[in-house]
């Protein structure tokens, strides 16, 4: 990706009160995320292809340094608990993730067919950590959701339908065009690929 192209989204993305620390590897904003979290802190996560290239999610939801709500509620019964499962994931204090497309003015943009991460994103996360490789970068939002149907959905789908036998669908997306909170939202933007 050419680097005056990231620094241009870098620099539009800050504008929106979101900080931004661009690195090279997935391996640097892995180690940069893992400096920020304090060990034991309450840490949440959808499932996330970027995470798991960088060794985040064996770092954070496996290794039994943090309090993982994802094995808390995936141990939970969904027919009985299912108030205090949507209550528990709602407002994390720590929250990481990915985005599926950022565009050329700092907008970005998350699909999901559950949505469960989205409120988090959103607003109920105290702090949000968001790692995206720079091939994510697109000029626009209709960029973006033709990124959405043509590269991130083919792959969700085909992964689901392995694993779960079930199809994914797009069904509601998130467009994070600026923080209302200073200091809440990191994005690392990673030279190098990774992630869908």
């Known amino acids: 990706m050419n680097e005056e192209l990231?620094?241009?989204?870098?620099?539009?993305?800050?504008?929106?009160?979101?900080?931004?620390?661009?690195?090279?590897?997935?391996g640097e904003a892995r180690n940069a995320v893992l400096e920020m979290i304090p060990?034991?802190?309450?840490?949440?996560?959808?499932?996330?292809?970027?995470?798991?290239?960088?060794?985040?999610?064996?770092?954070?939801?496996?290794?039994?340094?943090?309090?993982a709500?994802?094995?808390?509620?995936?141990?939970?019964?969904?027919?009985?608990?299912?108030?205090?499962?949507?209550k528990m994931i709602a407002a994390p204090d720590w929250m990481l993730g990915s985005v599926h497309a950022i565009t050329e003015a700092g907008e970005l943009v998350t699909a999901s067919a559950s949505s469960s991460q989205l409120g988090p994103y959103?607003?109920?996360?105290?702090?949000?950590?968001?790692?995206?490789?720079?091939?994510?970068?697109v000029p626009n939002l209709d960029a973006a959701f033709k990124r959405i149907e043509e590269v991130v959905f083919p792959y969700e789908d085909e992964w689901l339908l392995e694993r779960l036998k079930v199809h994914t669908s797009i069904n509601k997306i998130l467009i994070m065009r600026r923080e209302w909170t200073p200091g809440r939202t990191t994005l690392f933007l990673v030279r190098e690929p990774v992630g869908v």
């Not at 990231?6 to 997935?26: F, H, L, W, Y």
């Not at 959103?122 to 970068?137: E, R, W």
Request: proline share 1%.
């Open 6 to 26: 990231i620094q241009k989204v870098a620099v539009a993305i800050r504008a929106n009160n979101i900080e931004v620390r661009v690195v090279d590897t997935g």
């Open 39 to 67: 060990l034991g802190a309450e840490v949440h996560s959808g499932k996330s292809k970027t995470l798991m290239d960088i060794g985040l999610w064996s770092e954070l939801f496996e290794s039994g340094k943090y309090d």
């Open 69 to 86: 709500l994802r094995p808390k509620y995936m141990a939970m019964d969904r027919a009985t608990q299912e108030r205090e499962i949507r």
């Open 122 to 137: 959103a607003v109920g996360a105290g702090k949000l950590i968001l790692i995206a490789g720079s091939q994510k970068i």
